[in-house]
């Protein structure tokens, strides 16, 4: 059997790990699976039950989306996503995994976070608290057209999915919001050819549950 990658479309994890996988052509079948409803075959492979995972040939098991994009370019980086000041990308995607995400989370599902809120408001505070990434974001952007300079890096690959929440949150607010060269980033990367390539819909991965019939 070859490399099985176990995913949820709308992850944004799982985002940076496909765009990684699709760039350095490794070869895998992908499993859609339902965050809700996992299948017993990803929760053996890595039982804390967070997707991307990725299963190899040998055995060996990749549950971290950095690592798997790590282990991606370093097998094939054809754009130089790896050529860069990798200290500062991993400070930059520590902040956004860390920080901004923590922020992100409690703005857009304030109904999870805060019993007072209603199924669908936003935390506008929580918001404020994210903004102070973004702010940073801007400020490189505005003298780059990349976060780590001239030329796209795994920095932009891991980061984008989370910005693309925080600005769908409330669109209205993100399209006149102080952050020009964000946006302008945000939707190069949105609208690019890798991107819709790797937010393909595919069926559920329901081998296991056919497998798992009693036999009639
Ligand atoms: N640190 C992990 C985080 C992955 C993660 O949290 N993924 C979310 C989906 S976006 C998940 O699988 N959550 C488990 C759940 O919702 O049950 C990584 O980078 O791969």
Known sequence: MGSVLYSFRRCPYAMRARMALKISGLDYEHREVLL????QAMLDASPKGTV???VLSNGQIIDESLDLMRFALEKNDPKSWLDCDLNEADGLIAEN????KHHLDRYKYASRYDKNAKRGDTDKSERHSAEQTVAKYENRL???????G??????DIAIFPFLR???????DWWDNAPYPA????????????LFKSIMTKYPLWEAEQ???KPFS
Do not use: C, M, Y
């Not at 809700?36 to 299948?39: F, T």
């Not at 964000?182 to 050819?193: A, I, P, S």
């Open 210 to 212: 056919k497998l798992t």
């Open 52 to 54: 991307p995972v990725f």
């Open 36 to 39: 809700r409803n996992k299948p």
């Open 150 to 155: 001239s030329a796209q890096s795994i920095a």
């Open 182 to 193: 964000v946006r302008k980033w945000l939707d190069r990367h949105v609208t690019g050819e």
């Open 142 to 148: 505005q003298n780059s057209s990349f976060l780590l």
């Open 97 to 100: 995994d860390g920080p901004f």
């Open 165 to 171: 929440q925080f600005a769908n949150a409330d669109k």
